[in-house]
């Protein structure tokens, strides 16, 4: 519940009015995630405790990948993270595929 009311605050919709459209966003009813494999790589990075996008979200996205990552940082609470804790992940697996 938590996720609808954080996003539909930042549509600028009602709790209702969001839940009404939120089925049209969601990847899963696209068929997009689920049902594809991907040869693409797919890196995931969030918390533990992320209201906005929960681990078993992530889960589903790297999932479709056939090398998908994700990545638990467990030393931030909450959805987004300051830049000097994302980007040395981003950059390290990025250098690491370039190998």
């Not at 929960?54 to 990545?71: I, K, Q, R």
Request: aromatic letters at 4%.
């Amino acid at each position: 519940m938590l996720n609808q009311v954080v996003l539909a605050d930042r549509t600028g919709l009602s709790i209702n009015e969001f839940a009404e459209v939120a089925p049209e966003y969601s990847l899963e009813n696209q068929r997009m995630l689920g049902t594809k494999q991907t040869s693409v790589d797919i890196m995931s990075i969030g918390t533990s405790t992320d209201p906005v996008a929960p681990l078993s979200d992530a889960e589903l996205v790297t999932s479709a990948s056939d090398n998908g990552v994700n990545v638990i940082v467990a030393s931030e609470v909450g959805h987004g993270m300051p830049r000097s804790v994302v980007l040395p992940l981003i950059s390290g697996y990025i250098v690491d595929k370039l190998k």
